[in-house]
C-alpha cells in the first residue's frame, strides 16, 4: 500500500499561481509514476500530469504551457507548479501513484478555486 498526502491548495485569482505536494510513503518501491487528476463539480476525474520513475513527463493539451509536475525523488514527492490559473482549473486535485495494479493509490484531495 502507499499512502499519499497532497496539499497546496488554496484560492487564487485568475492569471495566479499554485504549487501542489505530495508525499508518498509506504510501499515507494512498487510505484512505477506518478500523477495529478481533478475532478471538477459535476465532471468525471480526469487526468492532468504524470512523471514516470525514469523522470519522463507529459501534461493533457488544456494545462500545457502552464502547468508543470516535477519530482523530488529523494523526498519522495511529487509537485504540480500550476501557473497562469483559470476559472476553468477550478477542481478537487488528487495525487495518485501507479503500480503494477493500476492507479489505485489515491490521496484525500485538495481543492483549488480560480476566482476573483
Known amino acids: 500500500q502507499v499512502q499519499l498526502v497532497e496539499s497546496g491548495g488554496g484560492l487564487v485569482q485568475p492569471g495566479g499561481s499554485l504549487r501542489l505536494s505530495c508525499a508518498a510513503s509506504?510501499?515507494?518501491?512498487?510505484?512505477?509514476?506518478m500523477g495529478w487528476y481533478r475532478q471538477a463539480p459535476g465532471k468525471q476525474r480526469e487526468l492532468v500530469a504524470t512523471?514516470?520513475?525514469?523522470?519522463?513527463?507529459s501534461v493533457v493539451d488544456s494545462v500545457k504551457g502552464r502547468f508543470t509536475i516535477s519530482r523530488d525523488n529523494a523526498k519522495n514527492t511529487v509537485y504540480l507548479q500550476m501557473n497562469s490559473l483559470k476559472p476553468d482549473d477550478t477542481a478537487v486535485y488528487y495525487c495518485?501513484?501507479?503500480?503494477?495494479?493500476?492507479?489505485?493509490?489515491w490521496g484525500q484531495g485538495t481543492q483549488v478555486t480560480v476566482s476573483s
Open positions: 495518485s501513484a501507479l503500480t503494477t495494479l493500476g492507479w489505485n493509490n
Open positions: 509506504g510501499r515507494i518501491f512498487s510505484i512505477n509514476a
Open positions: 512523471v514516470s520513475s525514469g523522470g519522463s513527463t
